[in-house]
């Protein structure tokens, strides 16, 4: 089992740096806004928009919490959307600014829905669920690797981001996670060759364990 186990992930680390360079590029959220075609897939991207609010997160807490979970409940990791200055809901956000002056003068049916984004951000930078904003935050840059060809959100993480973003196409949506490296191919290879000598090294054992017994 240890043996399959860390064969998968070195696979898996293979999978994800095959397409990597050993410095991330540096791109610019309009333009993966237009296009997610990517020569890296090692990132870095400049200046966002956090939409925090929007942020799903697993978390642990007493069995007996289900509803409501204690703002100190701690926090494994998190997703949150980023969208840029171009964006067409920033863009409506701004003209509302212009209209009603702040933020709060802004009446709730005039805010618009976010329907698309094109990046979303795995972090684990949220150690509980209190340390989540609450508010959109201008951000300088996130770096990461994009994961999506190992690593895809499962059903209740999806259904979370559905019901936020009820018109978003989770195919064109990259998943970077923050802070990520790709592994070297000696790593990745030296991963999957450890797995598969603990696997040749479990059937001998028990093949041997098999004859003494009989």
């Not at 201008?138 to 999506?148: H, K, Y």
Request: aromatic share 10%; proline share 5%; net charge negative.
């Amino acid at each position: 089992v240890a043996g399959g186990v860390l064969g998968y992930i070195g696979y898996e680390e293979y999978t994800v740096s095959s397409k990597t360079g050993a410095t991330p590029m540096e791109v610019e959220l309009a333009d993966l806004e237009k296009s997610t075609q990517l020569e890296n897939n090692f990132v870095r991207i400049g200046k966002h928009w956090s939409l925090y609010p929007a942020t799903i997160y697993e978390y642990e807490t007493d069995s007996h919490v289900t509803r409501n979970p204690p703002s100190n409940s701690k926090v494994n990791h998190a997703y949150y959307p980023i969208i840029s200055n171009s964006h067409p809901i920033f863009l409506k956000i701004q003209q509302l600014f212009v209209r009603y002056g702040n933020e709060a003068n802004i009446p709730d049916d005039q805010w618009p829905d976010i329907n698309q984004f094109t990046v979303l951000v795995k972090t684990n930078k949220f150690k509980t669920i209190g340390s989540i904003p609450d508010d959109w935050v201008e951000s300088d840059l996130v770096q990461g690797l994009v994961i999506n060809r190992i690593e895809n959100l499962d059903s209740e993480e999806k259904n979370l981001i559905r019901q936020n973003f009820p018109q978003i196409d989770m195919e064109q949506v990259l998943i970077v996670e923050q802070d990520r490296e790709p592994s070297s191919r000696s790593k990745s290879w030296g991963m999957m060759g450890g797995g598969g000598i603990l696997i040749l090294l479990g059937v001998f054992l028990f093949f041997k364990k098999k004859a003494q017994t009989e």
